[in-house]
């Protein structure tokens, strides 16, 4: 079946280092989403990615779509303490429903 | 956030007996979706509902059941809780899952003994 990975699982960072996760999917995908869940809470939408070679910004968070639309990745410049928590990726192809990537851990060292 | 609502959002319960978990909307979204989540492993669709009466399984279904008799309200139930089924369910709500986002409940932590 369609799956979706991410990478890297956990990542720690020291406050005002850069980070990236990246999310790749084994099928094309209609669009590709980005959540952020942060420790004990639910997962919060933060963008949508629908082109092939889309690249979004917001502040400082820069989300891609690949050419293919199998790849996308999420870079956050000068990670802050309110960056920790959890990013996930979703795929959607053309079905119902959605698949989650795993999942990347970000700490954040002050 | 949206209105979306999960209840109980806490439960602890026996192996063995019946769980139903209910998660409510206001948004008058089409598509709802049980999810679980375990470390390690992410979210992992459970079930998922296209309309009123019409389910289908995810990719967990096993051991669970649900149900939608009205837009609003989609029920998950494990017929007969097992300790694997310990985690944190979350509903999550959507008008069009090719051109929307999900938007999720609270979670409700099921704790099986």
Redesign the interface.
């Known amino acids: ?1 369609q799956q979706v990975m ?1 990478i890297p ?1 956990y990542q720690h960072v020291q406050e005002g280092e850069d980070f990236t996760t990246y999310c790749n999917s084994s099928t094309t995908l ?2 590709i ?1 980005w ?1 952020k869940q942060r420790p004990g809470g ?4 933060l963008i ?1 990615l ?1 082109k092939s070679g889309e690249v979004k910004k917001q502040k400082r968070l820069t989300f891609q779509f690949g050419e293919a639309k199998k790849n996308s990745s999420l870079h956050i410049t000068a990670t802050q303490t309110t960056d920790v928590g959890t990013y ?1 990726c ?1 795929g ?1 192809s ?10 990347t851990r970000l700490k954040v060292l002050a | 956030d949206a209105g979306i609502t999960q209840s109980p959002r806490h439960k602890v319960t026996e192996t063995g007996t019946p769980v139903t978990l209910r998660c409510h909307q206001t948004e008058n979204h089409r598509y709802m979706y049980w999810y679980r989540q375990d470390p390690g492993h992410g979210l992992r669709l459970i079930h998922y509902s296209y309309g009123v009466k019409d389910t289908d399984k995810g990719e967990v279904s096993d051991g669970y059941s649900v149900s939608r008799s009205k837009t609003e309200d989609f029920l998950l139930t494990l017929e007969s809780a097992t300790s694997s089924q310990t985690s944190v369910y979350f509903c999550a709500i959507s008008r069009d899952p090719n051109t929307d986002t999900q938007y999720f409940g609270p979670g409700t932590r099921l704790t099986v003994l």
């Open positions: 079946g991410q699982q209609s669009n989403q959540y639910h997962p919060v939408f949508q629908v996930f979703a959607a053309g079905t119902y429903k959605y698949i989650f990537g795993t999942g």
